[in-house]
């Protein structure tokens, strides 16, 4: 078979490392990748079902496709992601377009899937819980990615059910990787040019195989000499354990930047929305982490209009952005989810949440723009990851994932190098090349 296969995907970074591993499983019954659409013979859309936006995207998507496609051969076309394990069969029957549907956890089965309805076009969905075997299957394919900075997930799915949240239908129940499995794919990764891994799990600090924390693992990743970076994304205030906090005493690896979502900055809001931890507890994982290294900096993601949600509450929230200085954050309405906890609840006015999402990133995108300014006139170290689109300069990030676009050269690609910054705006820092960083890394 010589096909050819265009995926599009929505989403988190996990939905983008699924897509590069579900390439690598598709590239088996030959499919290759293409970039133009209109070539494709199968069409696969990695969804996201976050917010509500975020699923009509889907249908939307699949309008646009048929509609490309209208006097071609129509292309093979799969749903997989986390709007595929929610919607499953229904998703086949408003959408008599979509072939097949996948879930998180069938990727391993996605090659007998396909061929199957090459040979019979029977339409089914996969979407049973089966992490082990998918991930044990990913295990045998070697991850191809070779971009400098790569992703790895080490754990999946999530246990505390936040009322707000569909990722514990969607992901399933909380899973962690086994530890060898992930050194395995890492040392590949780093084999095939990774100089960054950024390791993902919806709830990465709650990872917890056997004995091995996620500590255990940033300490082992650590020891293969041309890695340069690691971080990792999500994780929950409440997994921030002590053995994790003093890993920022000693890694050497470890960059600066703590995403940590806080949702809102009031109790009583946490408290309807299931987070199981207070604004105190939050600002003492806070302070342990500042006096642990205080160069590490925090973002977060915020939840705007909850319902519940009052002037005082939304004073709360403000109140902590100020004193934590989030120096990058998303924020979002209240998007009632189906078969969340919170699907009914009486929603507040459109408008006022609408209105407080504008005060919140107004005040939000200050704090980008003054942590950006701070910069000018140093000099930094950027990892180089590609060249820009008119391959005039280069762009890389900073120790803090701040996009940097300098006078860089191709050879600089995949190399940390010093950048003095020149200019800033609030998503990016312009600088001259100093030297190549010939500094040495542990
Ligand atoms: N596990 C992470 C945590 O506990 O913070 C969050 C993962 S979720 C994929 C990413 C973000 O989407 C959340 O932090 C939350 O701010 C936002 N989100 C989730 N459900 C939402 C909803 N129903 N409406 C609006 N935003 C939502
Ligand atoms: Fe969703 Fe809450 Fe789990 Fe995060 S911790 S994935 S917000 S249920
Ligand atoms: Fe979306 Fe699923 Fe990620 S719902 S945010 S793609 S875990």
Known sequence: MNQKI??????????????????????KIGFLKTDRYEEANCYLLN????????????????????????SKKKPLVIIAGCVAQAENQEMLKREPYIDLV????????????????????????????????????????????????????????????????VVPYTRGPEYSRPFNQILDEATHLVDSGAKEIILLGQNVNAYNYKKYKLSNLIL??????????????????????????????????????????????????????????????????????KQTNPHIEFSSDFIIGYP????????????LI??????NSYSFIFSPRPGTAAENLALIDKKISMKRLEKIQSLLYE????????????????????LTEDKTRAFGRSEYMTPVIFDGKEENIGKIVQVKIKKSNRNTLFGELINVSNKKVA
């Open 47 to 70: 969804t996201c079902h976050i917010r509500d936006k975020a699923k009509e995207k889907v249908y939307h998507e699949i309008g646009r496709v048929k509609k490309i496609f209208r």
């Open 102 to 165: 996948i879930g998180p956890q069938s990727y391993h089965k996605i090659n007998n899937t396909i061929l199957n309805y090459i040979k019979i076009k029977n339409k089914i969905e996969e979407t049973e819980f089966d992490a082990v075997s998918k991930f044990d299957y990913l295990s045998r394919i070697k991850n191809r990615s070779s971009k400098a900075t790569s992703f790895l997930t080490i754990q999946e799915g999530c246990d505390k059910f936040c009322h707000f949240c």
């Open 322 to 327: 100020k004193k934590v200085n989030f120096i």
């Open 220 to 289: 082992e990743i650590e020891k293969l000499p041309n890695l340069k970076r690691i971080r990792y994304t999500t994780s929950h205030p409440n997994d921030m354990s002590a053995d994790l906090i003093e890993v920022y005493r000693c890694s050497k690896k470890l960059m600066p930047l703590i995403h940590l979502p806080v949702q809102s900055g009031s109790n009583k809001i946490l408290k309807l929305m299931n987070r199981k931890h207070n604004i105190n507890e939050y600002l003492r994982t806070f302070d342990k982490l």
């Open 308 to 319: 519940g949600e009052d002037e005082q509450d939304f004073k709360d929230t403000i109140n």
């Open 367 to 386: 704090n980008q723009i003054r942590a950006n300014k701070s910069i000018e006139n140093q000099t930094i170290d950027v990892l180089v990851e590609n």
């Open 6 to 27: 265009f995926i599009k995907t929505f989403g988190c970074q996990m939905n983008e490392y699924d897509s590069n591993r579900i390439y690598d499983i598709v590239k």
